[in-house]
């Protein structure tokens, strides 16, 4: 799938969120989005996904069965997580019977007869990321798919993705979080100021650079690195 000089803005007088975006994106590959808050990870994860339609260029041969997981998997809808998930497979003309595989799977098989509004964040997270695997999808779309999850389930989640790819799905996944980036031979891409640039591969030689910083601004340039790409290694002095 490919996206050829992509610009976007969500109204006309607003700067360019996205521009002259050109990429290519392989089966079977995971591609990690990184960039600051703000950047355009998840307006990029839109277009993608065809959410959005670019107001320049094109996006090409994007696979037809697409799996998406919003930021923030919208609650206020009056359904119980069975009679969602159920939807959303009859819409997609998909078994509702791996439903509940998946339920158990991401482990929230006991909240099956919650109403969604009633769900804890993390919860709500997981029936976002089942919505998204139901569908065996050739397209998968993950954006910030850590964020609010349980040790158990975060550390589950790498692999899943993996099996995915390994399936021939293209993967997109934001992760500020960088709980993918231990994943073997992954792509990843830098959004930033509506550009986005290819971060160098792992064959690429890496510098270690000494940085130091006072103690209560550690936490903030630490996520202002990771966010860029970078690795870092913390200790103290
Ligand atoms: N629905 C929307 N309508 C108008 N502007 C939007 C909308 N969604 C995002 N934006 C703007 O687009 C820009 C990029 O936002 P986006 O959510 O894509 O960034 P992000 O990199 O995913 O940020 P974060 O890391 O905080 O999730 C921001 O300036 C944001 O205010």
């Known amino acids: 799938m ?8 969500y109204h006309r007088r607003d700067p360019w969120v996205l521009r002259d975006v050109t990429l290519t994106l392989l089966p ?10 703000g950047a355009g ?5 839109r277009v993608i996904a065809g959410l959005r ?5 094109i996006v090409k041969d994007r696979p037809r069965r697409v799996g998406y997981a919003p930021e923030r998997f919208p609650v206020d809808q009056p359904f119980t997580v069975r009679g969602y998930l159920g939807h959303m497979a009859a819409i997609r003309r998909v078994p509702a019977d791996p439903v509940g595989a998946w339920a158990e799977r991401l482990g929230f098989g006991h909240l099956l007869d919650v109403r969604l509004p009633e769900l804890s964040k993390g919860s709500a997270q997981k029936v976002g990321l089942a919505q998204a695997l139901m569908d065996d999808p050739g397209l998968l779309i993950l954006d910030e798919p850590f964020a609010g999850l349980d040790a158990a389930t975060r550390a589950a989640l790498p692999a899943l993705i993996s099996e995915f790819a390994a399936e021939g799905a293209i993967v997109v ?10 994943l073997p031979g992954i792509d990843r891409l830098r959004v930033d100021n509506g550009t986005v640039t290819s971060i160098p591969s792992e064959k690429t030689d890496w510098t270690v650079l000494e940085v130091e910083v006072p103690e209560d601004e550690a936490d903030t340039v630490e996520t202002k690195l990771r966010a860029d790409g970078y690795r870092v290694r913390r200790r103290k002095r």
Request: glycine share 14%.
């Open 2 to 9: 490919r996206l050829e000089g992509v610009a976007f803005r």
């Open 28 to 37: 079977g590959r995971v591609t990690e989005v990184t960039g600051r808050n």
């Open 41 to 45: 990870k998840s307006t990029l994860l």
């Open 53 to 57: 339609g670019p107001h320049k260029g």
């Open 173 to 182: 996944v934001s992760d500020h979080q960088r709980c993918i980036e231990a």
